[in-house]
């Protein structure tokens, strides 16, 4: 297939279906579309019906432009990740994967727009870490949690009113910074550089003042960063943990036993910040994010140190840290609910402590003067046949 007739499919099913999320090439089924979460149907004047394994091909070879890391990827590892951008007018992430002997292509659709730290009703200390000179601050969740918006707007603050070189390193490109006040250099993973550790590695040679690693994914990269905090630059990048406590203790589980004393003392030092992601459904529709943020004081430094114990845990203080602008997953959970953003239901699924949770909640409802339990019809069942004996 042409670039020129893939270009022209995918704007027919955007002009079709113009709330599109995400775009399915799949062997068996039409083109389909993802639109506020449910897959529609979409004919085209290329292909209108079921795709044949011949035609999913032809797109994603045309979608890898003979670029032979990606082929190798597809090869090797059973899937590759690319960039796709529709002549300006819209820009993709897309993976291309194997399943059942043939190949399957997910295009998730990228917002042109950079959100801001406002649009996206993100905490005051949020500004603050845009403000931050060096060290290294960390985005973590699951993938599809919106670690890259939240970066983006991030980037986007310290490019607006600083006037520093920044430069990123991503998986691909999703979010194209215009320059501002600021000089913004982005590049791509197998187009710009080979993998992230010599990426970073090179950073340090091109004279940036803020760095964005799009994932750390090893320990080398995770030691380049950290060195890199260490000698004036800040470092942004994103990691697959749940929570900020098991983001620490997954970095320093990724060190051999007898350089985990060294890690500790230079993970004390070098963070400033944790932020942990998850998205839940929002009431009208949309998705919201609960945030769980960390913020590196002296308490955190010492259990860094020290590692966690029965009575101090990193839960524990991010749950008592407010002054610091730290609150736990369930804090911001609780406080969703309070505003009437998510529901009881989509609160407990996403909490770290259900009991603790649950007995916030209930206060909420008991302030309100809603009921707190379901259960109707209660009876104290006395037995009276003794005191009548006697």
């Known amino acids: ?12 099913v955007l002009a079709t279906a113009p709330d599109t999320s995400d775009i399915l090439f799949v062997v068996g089924k039409p083109v389909q579309a993802e639109v506020h979460g449910e ?7 290329l292909i209108n019906g079921e795709l044949v394994p011949f035609q ?4 994603g070879f045309c979608m890898m432009a003979g670029n032979a890391r990606l082929y190798t990827d597809l090869i090797d590892r059973g899937s590759c990740d690319l960039s796709y951008d529709l002549s300006g007018t819209a820009r993709f992430r897309v993976n291309i994967f194997f399943q059942r002997g043939s190949i399957s292509i997910v295009m998730r659709r990228l917002p042109t727009d950079i ?20 060290g290294l601050i960390l985005v973590t ?4 949690t919106g670690k ?27 979010f194209v910074h215009p320059h501002k006040k600021g000089t913004v250099n982005q590049r791509e993973l197998g187009t710009d550089f080979d993998d992230f550790s010599s990426g970073l590695r090179a950073a340090l040679r091109q004279a940036p003042k803020v760095i964005l690693v799009g994932e750390i994914r090893d320990r080398e990269t995770i030691e380049i960063a950290l060195q890199a905090s260490e000698t004036g630059h800040l470092v942004l990048g994103t990691l697959h943990t749940s929570d900020t406590g098991q983001t620490i203790n997954r970095i320093i589980g990724m ?3 007898s350089e985990e004393r060294l890690i500790r003392q230079r993970l004390s030092q070098g963070l400033k910040f944790i932020v942990s992601q998850r998205l839940v459904p929002k009431i009208g529709g949309g998705r919201v994010a609960a945030l769980e943020v960390l913020t590196n004081n002296l308490r955190v430094k010492e259990l860094i140190l020290n590692g966690e114990s029965s009575d101090k845990t990193f839960y524990n203080i991010v749950e008592s840290g407010e002054a610091y602008g730290m609150f736990t997953f369930d804090q911001h959970l609780t406080r969703l609910f309070e505003e009437n953003s998510i529901t009881q239901e989509t609160a407990m699924s996403a909490a770290s402590d259900r009991s603790r949770l649950g007995q916030a909640i209930n206060r909420i409802k ?9 259960i109707q019809g209660l009876e104290l069942d006395v037995d009276y046949g003794r005191d009548n004996d006697q």
């Open 39 to 45: 897959l529609t149907d979409v004919p085209t004047s």
């Open 1 to 12: 297939m042409l670039r020129a007739h893939l270009d022209h499919l995918i704007a027919q």
């Open 141 to 144: 969740g699951g993938t599809g």
């Open 115 to 134: 959100p801001t730290l406002r649009e996206l009703k993100l905490p005051p200390l949020f500004r603050q870490m845009a403000r931050e000179q060096f």
């Open 56 to 59: 999913v091909q032809s797109i």
């Open 255 to 257: 060190f051999e036993l």
């Open 148 to 174: 890259s918006t939240t970066l983006a707007a991030l980037i986007d603050a310290i490019n607006s009113t600083s006037a520093k070189h920044i430069l990123t390193l991503e998986d691909p490109v999703e």
């Open 366 to 374: 008991t302030v309100r003067g809603e009921k707190v339990t379901d």
